[in-house]
């Protein structure tokens, strides 16, 4: 059974840093690119990042580039968000996700974890 | 930057038809996925590739994408279907999601 168990989320102040980690089990992780998934409360999704499964490939979304490092430890099976500079507007439960490669959909989400940034 | 559009909300009765639209620039040259999610849960995919349902999603879940318009449809809703719905597509290398459309069934 594919499993995907986020964790890191917290109260942080604007400007501060906060590390996500999502452990994933249940599939060959190091055979799949990544993603990251956000989503403010009461609001939609918003893609954060992907990365490919031998971290070749990264993308960003405007919103978080220059702030945000994603990174993955396949040996590990894990993926992870570096958040910085953080702004209020990147209070959200952050999913981590797993896709089907390029131009396909997320077949499996994790349960996510809120991130909360207020002074 | 690509932009998909839904409306923010809509109401059905039970087992009427519940039609989504998702409205995109070419949006029929992209492949549109659709996701469903529940109060408190996390999303699940229930049509990718604009028309296929991935195993285990009802029949009277389908999709259609042409021109600038994808549309997401419920036959026969049920009050288990009340949810948000979402469509999602590629920009080159990047996820663009629709704002998503609140189901209401009433």
């Known amino acids: 059974e594919v499993q995907l168990v986020e964790s890191g989320g917290g109260l942080v102040k604007p400007g501060g840093s906060l590390r996500l980690s999502c452990a994933a089990s249940g599939f060959t992780f190091s055979s799949y690119r990544m993603n990251w998934v956000r989503q403010a409360p009461g609001k939609g999704l918003e893609w954060v990042s992907s990365?490919?499964?031998?971290?070749?490939?990264?993308y960003y979304a405007d919103s978080v580039k220059g702030r945000f490092t994603i990174s993955r430890d396949n040996a590990k099976n894990s993926l992870y968000l570096q958040m910085s500079s953080l702004r209020a507007e990147d209070t959200a439960v952050y999913y981590c996700?797993?896709?089907?490669?390029?131009?396909?959909?997320?077949?499996?989400w994790g349960q996510g974890t809120l991130v909360t940034v207020s002074s | 930057s690509y932009e998909l559009t839904q409306p923010p909300s809509m109401s059905v009765s039970p087992g009427q038809t519940a039609s989504i639209t998702c409205l995109g620039d070419?949006?029929?040259?992209?492949?549109v996925f659709w996701y469903q999610q529940k109060a408190g849960q996390s999303p699940v995919v229930i049509i990718y590739e604009d028309s296929k349902r991935p195993s285990g999603i009802p029949e009277r879940f389908s999709g259609a994408n042409s021109g600038n318009t994808a549309t997401l449809t419920i036959s026969g809703t049920q009050a288990m279907d009340e949810a948000d719905y979402y469509c999602?597509?590629?920009?080159?290398?990047?996820?663009?999601f629709g704002g998503g459309t609140k189901l209401t069934v009433l």
């Open positions: 999602q597509a590629w920009d080159i290398n990047t996820v663009v």
């Open positions: 070419k949006l029929g040259d992209k492949y």
């Open positions: 996700a797993k896709d089907l490669g390029t131009g396909t959909y997320f077949d499996y």
């Open positions: 990365i490919s499964s031998t971290s070749s490939y990264i």
